[in-house]
């Protein structure tokens, strides 16, 4: 139905940058531009948690306190892609960055559990 690729991560320094990408594929009737389209990441033993999330054509976008202002999430709608700019990259950061989708408007978007389809994953690893 909904299909979602992460591209991107890989092993970097602290204090550089990077950008992953996500692009998605749709079944007849899920149209990108209606979807909330978010990035969350896990870390070893710790929760899938928030990271960022924008909705519909980005006259919404909410951060995790811990990369406000280091992160920056952008789609494109004509492309089906969503993509999260990564700045001043911290070894707190390193993780499996995933992206998800949902196309049911619910007003919930920090829970794993808001969203329906999910990416495989990326990859990023910060050292310090």
């Known amino acids: 139905q909904v299909r979602l690729v992460e591209s991107g991560g890989g092993l970097v320094q602290a204090g550089e940058s990077l950008r992953l990408s996500c692009a998605a594929s749709?079944?007849?009737?899920?149209?990108?531009?209606?979807?909330?389209m978010a990035w969350f990441r896990q870390a070893p033993g710790k929760e899938r948690e928030f990271v960022a999330v924008?909705?519909?054509?980005?006259?919404?976008?909410y951060y995790a306190d811990s990369v406000r202002g280091r992160f920056t999430v952008a789609r494109d709608n004509a492309e089906n892609t969503v993509a999260l700019q990564m700045a001043s990259l911290i070894p707190e950061d390193t993780a499996v960055y995933y992206c998800?989708?949902?196309?049911?408007?619910?007003?919930?978007?920090?829970?794993?559990?808001?969203?329906?389809?999910w990416g495989r994953g990326t990859q990023v690893t910060v050292s310090s």
């Open positions: 924008i909705i519909w054509t980005g006259s919404r976008i």
């Open positions: 998800a989708a949902d196309f049911v408007y619910s007003g919930r978007y920090y829970s794993p559990l808001d969203y329906e389809y």
């Open positions: 749709t079944a007849s009737g899920r149209t990108f531009s209606t979807a909330q």
